[in-house]
């Protein structure tokens, strides 16, 4: 998997000190007591933070007293994880890992030597320094693969261990096993379910997998791919800190199909109907949040595959009404687009020349209806580039219903296909791929 260095920095306002950070509990000990000796005072307080997930969280503050800052608290709960000491302007001064042991004393010498009484914390501080001098970190996974550095290490900075697919082979198929062994084994190194995780800063990229690895990219295998990795969160019956682990990478995958290729839009639909909408109470996706992804999805399913549409009426130059109602073809191509925009006039005229060569056969008619208000660029388009199908346009006359809104596209062009019952057969498709979908719809 593709990793990027990653150095703990905790940034922290004000605000985010009074601000209450609800966490899952651990099975750990009660109780903490650290103790940071810094070479100079700095702040009249320091703040002890944390991160789960995305969040910063205050896990305590402590005042200077006797050259020291204590942070103890003999009942609360310090899970495993990355931390950090910081003054009330979010400046960091020591940052260290709490795993095991929780009874820590932080000294820093004039010399920016230090001195404590963690093994943990010692070998922390030869990783960052190995992590900045770009150094091989799989030494900290070999020596301890259970550890919390360990599982970070694993998950961040090791790649996927691919096998030899070379040998006995053809080159052709040596490459399909190892694309494909890389594919099913792409979060390996990944232990979503050990919670500790989810303290660190911890990077996944979910774009560079289903966006950029993934293959084929259709609707049924994205799908089975987020439900593979989600099997790899939580069990049967999960626990509500598995549940938290979900719910942050779903949040991730809403983002990316929020604003992927339209293509994809059953994909958002899904994550919000099988998943969003059970949600009765997350760490990561507010109830404000859940109402915002279902009102896009409500949007986005009206023109999926399979939905009827309302007849949709144009007019064009001699303010003739052409209605989807009145085609009399297999099917209507309704084509969307801007002359004022360069992929509008570079497919534009792609779909003229298939129109011209195929619309008999495939039986199906063309309305064009620009968006645009210019009359002139409208005009001139369609009698340069000879554009013999229906020509309509909002220069004209506004359409009975406005096409941005229904369909719910923000840039041109946008294509639908409707059969005679008004339903979408299919949408938003490259120029390309018409012979593709027109032969898909014969069979």
Request: glycine share 2%.
């Amino acid at each position: 998997m593709k990793n990027k260095p990653y150095i703990v920095r905790f940034l922290l306002s004000l605000f985010a000190i009074f601000t209450a950070f609800t966490s899952v509990s651990q099975t750990i000990p009660k109780g903490y007591e650290i103790i940071y000796k810094p070479s100079h005072k700095t702040d009249t307080y320091l703040y002890l933070t944390g991160i789960y997930g995305d969040k910063i969280w205050i896990a305590d503050s402590a005042k200077f007293a006797k050259n020291q800052y204590v942070f103890r608290n003999n009942k609360q709960i310090l899970p495993s994880g990355f931390y950090a000491i910081q003054t009330s302007n979010g400046g960091v001064e020591f940052e260290f890992i709490v795993d095991q042991k929780r009874n820590i004393t932080i000294e820093t010498t004039k010399e920016e030597q230090l001195i404590t009484n963690s093994e943990e914390l010692s070998v922390f501080q030869n990783f960052k320094n190995d992590l900045l001098e770009d150094n091989d970190l799989s030494i900290y996974y070999d020596t301890s693969p259970e550890s919390l550095l360990g599982k970070f290490v694993k998950a961040q900075f090791i790649p996927v261990n691919i096998p030899d697919f070379f040998e006995e082979v053809s080159e052709e198929m040596a490459t399909q096993n190892y694309y494909q062994y890389l594919i099913d084994h792409y979060f390996d190194n990944v232990d979503f379910k050990d919670i500790r995780l989810m303290y660190t800063p911890l990077k996944i990229d979910v774009k560079d997998f289903f966006i950029e690895s993934l293959f084929p990219q259709t609707v049924d295998n994205v799908i089975l791919s987020i439900e593979q990795l989600f099997k790899r969160m939580v069990d049967e019956k999960p626990t509500q800190e598995q549940l938290d682990v979900r719910d942050f990478y779903l949040k991730k995958l809403i983002h990316l199909y929020m604003t992927a290729d339209p293509k994809f839009d059953e994909v958002f639909v899904y994550l919000i109907d099988n998943y969003v909408s059970k949600i009765t109470e997350s760490e990561f996706i507010s109830d404000s949040e859940k109402s915002v992804f279902q009102r896009m999805a409500d949007r986005k399913k009206k023109t999926l595959v399979g939905q009827p549409i309302p007849a949709f009426e144009s007019f064009t130059n001699e303010h003739h009404k052409i209605s989807t109602a009145d085609m009399t073809t297999k099917y209507t191509i309704l084509w969307f687009w801007d002359p004022d925009c360069e992929h509008c006039v570079e497919y534009t005229p792609k779909l003229c020349d298939f129109y011209s060569k195929y619309h008999q056969l495939y039986n199906f008619e063309v309305i064009a209806c620009s968006i645009t208000e210019d009359y002139d660029r409208w005009h001139a388009f369609i009698t340069n580039h000879h554009l013999e199908w229906f020509n309509t346009s909002y220069a004209i006359e506004e359409p009975n219903y406005d096409a941005m809104e229904f369909f719910n596209f923000n840039d041109t062009p946008a294509i639908y296909v409707i059969d005679k019952q008004h339903k979408i057969v299919a949408r938003q498709f490259p120029i390309d791929e018409l012979i593709e979908v027109f032969e898909t719809l014969q069979n």
